[in-house]
């Protein structure tokens, strides 16, 4: 006999898609319901800011399922369609459309937004953001060569977009406010890297840069600096980071961390009914023995799939050690757990042109690895310190730089 309640997913982005998906394998026969206000049905975000801004590959050919997985799957899809309120007490949603539903489990897979300027100007026509498939479109539409681009932001979706427009034979210029690139994220060394490759493709990029106003009629036309300098431009993209989608949890009264909706390791939120994964939540990681929030796309496909287990009835711990990859020209980074955490680096060459870095903690276990070089070149390295890095290896920053000791045999050995 089917049960007559419902799991619900507010959020039809990579984790909410994922999530409906793994429910009804796993055996729930009750209703699905996934609501999303975008009109799209779930698409992957990373292609938008390489091959859709490259003209490769349009948002529909990005989709995480096909149009007839839905109906098949007897998932009841609301596209552009918001969640605008959570009842916990009544353990329902009301949606913009003012009808209520009533959850079994509530799955919040709402994401983040990018964080826009409050400068002057930065409304006119011609400033970006890059989050959603209308952005991606209106951003390539702007991408026409000769044309002078001008990118806020040397993150990674700063110069995955610095990279693409280059290639679609734009001049840029990247300005960062930070004194180098991707900050929160890599080792100096490894940004520095990434930061040469830009440089010699022809991207120009200036640090420590200190924004006064966007300037232009009706469309920008240029950045002006706080010391005068004009940086023209015929679009502006911006990024620099993103909030995740809390608004509905705090409504509700759910607790928060870390800028994000707290969660347990079973991803489970402060009401036992409802869960929170992807972007959008701060998790308490096994591994690192606090709480961490991730803006990525393998933690969006395994969280998806650690929360529905755990809807289902189960127990799971989210351990997954963090990996990550950004495409830029004709190289990856790719990394694997979180080398913000640590305190020494050693460096390994694994070929011609790539190299891989870990990071240690200060008890010289090893806490991230990453990756710069071809995709052929690093991802079987990295996969390998993806397995170190979950079993708290901790190896001499020597022996992880010797290239004559395979990686792998460091896997056998045993660990102090
Ligand atoms: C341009 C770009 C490039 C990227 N490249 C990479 C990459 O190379 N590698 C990598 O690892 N990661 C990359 N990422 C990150 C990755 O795409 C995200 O981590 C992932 O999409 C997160 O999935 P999510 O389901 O948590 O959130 P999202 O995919 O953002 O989905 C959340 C959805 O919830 C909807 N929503 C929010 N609030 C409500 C509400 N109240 N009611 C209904 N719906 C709501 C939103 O509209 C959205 O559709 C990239 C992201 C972007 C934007």
Redesign the pocket.
Known sequence: MKTSEAMVV?????????AVQVLRDEGWDGAIVL????AHA?Y???????AVLLGERSPAQCAVHGESFYPEHEVDFRRA????SIDRAARTVTL?NGEALAYHRLLI??????RRLSLPGHALAGVHV???AE??LAIAAELEPGRRIAVIGAG??GL??AASAMQRGCSVAVLEAAPRALMRAVPAEVAQRLVDLHRERGVEIHFDIRINRLEGEDRIRAVVLEDGTRVPCDALIVGVG?TP?V??AQQAGLELAEGGIAVDATLRTSDPHIYA????CAFEHPLYGRRIR???????ED??RTAALNMLGGEEMHRAVP?????QFDRTIQIAGLPAFGTTTARRETGSASTIFFALDDAGVLVGASGVGPNSEIAREVRIAQELIARRARIAPERLADRTIKLKSLLSEEVQ
């Open positions: 507010i959020g039809a982005g990579q984790c909410g898609a994922r609501i999303g206000e975008e779930p992957e975000r990373p292609p938008l800011s390489k369609c918001g969640v605008a913009t897979a709402t994401g983040a937004t990018p890059l989050r959603n952005d991606a990674f979706i995955e977009v993103v989608r608004e509905l994964a992807g972007d959008v991730l803006e990525c796309w393998r933690n969006a969280q998806a990996w990550f990859w950004s495409d």
